[in-house]
């Protein structure tokens, strides 16, 4: 019989493998299914499109799991406790009994018979309640494995696999998140999406295999250049998008343009050849009545006239301000 522990496990897997939110309703799907309770991967939902709203930054799974895992903390604590106690007073009264006076020798047979049943009694429920704080300590042990497999299973679906960047589902968060803490603090925030020049004509010349290298390469070009506060997206295709934070208009430009100098001095090299590399991007700036949508919105059109314009190059979305 599958146990609970590796029931969640497969469940998570299969959730990772199909792309589908950890939510309750899918969790329980695949759980009962790896459970052996009948259902099939046949029953479960299609995957979803990118949501509407952004993802809470805990799922309802990993809530429900650090309830479990407290409560479970705190009985193994209690029984901790409650073992420490029961083991003090049992020695406390076997130490009593041997300095007892008359000695317990001499103790009437009724006497004897309880002292021992208690001593019995009490040495039982001390075992048990030793055994029941080592097996709660090992269901928290198993928690937390839970906890770190929900957390990876999140993470790879908010996650690019070829480039290791947050793909679209995870930049819908990120962004929603970052608008928010914009208008909170009064701070600027901006956004760049760049698109691989001639990504099409590097394909055909030098095939896909050539194309994600590119791909690759350019993210590990623009990790070098960001701060740890910004966020990288694989937007999709050859398009990637940069959300920075507490950054104005001038300061993305100034991030884009050493961003496209460093690419245009590190060439692709793919099977003994250097192959020049160059970004169009469109950059701009959260505006008071804007929200994500719309400030992507206006960094996709940008992008769409540096390309317009010959590539190879910036500009600025500048939004109508009357």
Not at 62 to 76: G, I, K, P, S, Y
Not at 199 to 224: P, T
Not at 234 to 249: A, C, H, K, S
């Amino acid at each position: 019989m599958t146990s609970p522990t590796d029931a969640a496990r497969t469940a998570l897997r299969r959730l990772s493998e199909l792309g589908l939110p950890p939510t309750p309703d899918n969790f329980q799907r695949f759980y009962a299914e790896a459970g052996g309770e009948g259902s099939t991967a046949a029953d479960a939902p299609a995957a979803p499109a990118a949501p509407a709203e952004p993802p809470v930054a805990n799922s309802e799974a990993e809530v429900l799991m650090d309830a479990v895992r407290q409560f479970a903390e705190e009985l193994a604590e209690t029984t901790g406790s409650l073992a420490e106690d029961i083991g003090q007073h049992n020695a406390d009264l076997l130490k009593t009994m041997a300095a007892a006076t008359p000695p317990p020798s001499s103790l009437t047979p009724q006497v004897a018979t309880l002292l021992s049943s208690v001593l019995s009694i009490t040495s039982t429920i001390h075992s048990t309640v030793q055994a029941s704080h080592a097996e709660l300590m090992r269901a928290r042990e198993e928690i937390d494995d839970l906890r770190r497999d929900l957390k990876q299973s999140r993470d790879w679906l908010l996650q690019d696999p070829l480039t290791g960047m947050q793909n679209r589902r995870g930049m819908d968060s990120t962004l929603f998140h970052e608008v928010a803490r914009a208008r909170r603090s009064g701070t600027p925030l901006s956004i760049a999406m760049l698109d691989i020049d001639h990504f099409k004509q590097l394909n055909d010349s030098h095939g896909h295999h050539a194309g994600d290298r590119a791909l690759m390469h350019l993210s590990e070009v623009v990790r070098s250049v960001l701060r740890d506060s910004d966020t990288t997206v694989r937007y999709g295709g050859e398009e990637f998008v940069m959300i920075l934070p507490e950054t104005d208009l001038n300061g993305a430009r100034f991030v884009v343009d050493r961003l496209r100098l460093v690419v245009r001095k590190s060439p692709l090299i793919h099977e003994g050849q250097r192959i020049p590399l160059s970004l169009s991007a469109g950059i701009a700036q959260l505006q008071p009545a804007e929200n994500g949508s719309a400030l992507l919105l206006r960094a996709d059109r940008a992008t769409l006239q540096a390309k317009s314009e010959g590539r190879d190059r910036v500009v600025e979305s500048v939004a109508d301000m009357g």
